[in-house]
T-cell receptor, first 110, second 113 residues
């Protein structure tokens, strides 16, 4: 089993709607998580970082971490066409070593 | 405050050659990690350096190596290039402590022909 799983296929959402992305992980070691956004041909850009159980909000983005159920999610409220990108979930093992999921493509339809 | 700088941005090499990529982290950051990104495998961890010492290593062959200098700049080297080494190589800068953010550079796009 991979360390970090992002199983959902491409997600299409209408402009202004909420996009919901999920990520599960396989063991209960170091539990810091990152969400990165990656536009085609560009490098990953850090959106959210969470290590405490519960919710963390930053602007239109909310990350949720549930350690008991071993998942982390990202909500994008009021989705904009500029949010169209691939979203990568990553788990930190400390020492600046990240394990990434394969990513979820989000398409926001105007 | 300058971000993470990777050079060169693009490279084309021939099979069997070697290549050196460079990464300058954010000022004050002492940890540099390297990743390989391909369409099939996604982002995979290569290795991490902190204060000139390799602390972590991923599951890549010995052809992939790296080092870090006293100013925290890091280089990675790939010897005896193979077609499968074609990828986007990314470095991530961090202060190296637990529960802190990691920021990526623009990447180096390596094409092996």
């Amino acid at each position: 089993q991979k360390e970090v799983e992002q199983n959902s296929g491409p997600l299409s959402v209408p402009e202004g709607a909420i996009a919901s992305l999920n990520c599960t992980y396989s063991d209960r070691g170091s539990q810091s998580f990152f969400w990165y956004r990656q536009y085609s041909g560009k490098s990953p850009e850090l959106i959210m970082f969470i290590y405490s159980n519960g919710d963390k909000e930053d602007g239109r983005f909310t990350a949720q971490l549930n350690k008991a159920s071993q998942y982390v999610s990202l909500l994008i409220r009021d989705s904009q066409p500029s949010d169209s990108a691939t979203y990568l979930c990553a788990r930190s093992y400390g020492n600046n070593r990240l394990a990434f999921g394969k990513g979820n493509q989000v398409v926001v339809i105007p | 405050k300058a971000g993470v700088t990777q050079t060169p941005r693009y490279l084309i090499k021939t099979r069997g050659q070697q290549v050196t990529l460079s990464c300058s982290p954010i000022s004050g950051h002492r940890s540099v990690s390297w990743y390989q990104q391909t369409p099939g495998q996604g982002l995979q961890f290569l290795f991490e350096y902190f204060s000139e010492t390799q602390r972590n290593k991923g599951n890549f062959p010995g052809r992939f190596s790296g080092r870090q200098f006293s100013n925290s700049r890091s280089e990675m080297n790939v010897s005896t290039l193979e077609l499968g080494d074609s990828a986007l190589y990314l470095c991530a800068s961090s202060n190296g402590q637990v529960n802190t953010e990691a920021f990526f550079g623009q990447g180096t796009r390596l094409t092996v022909v």
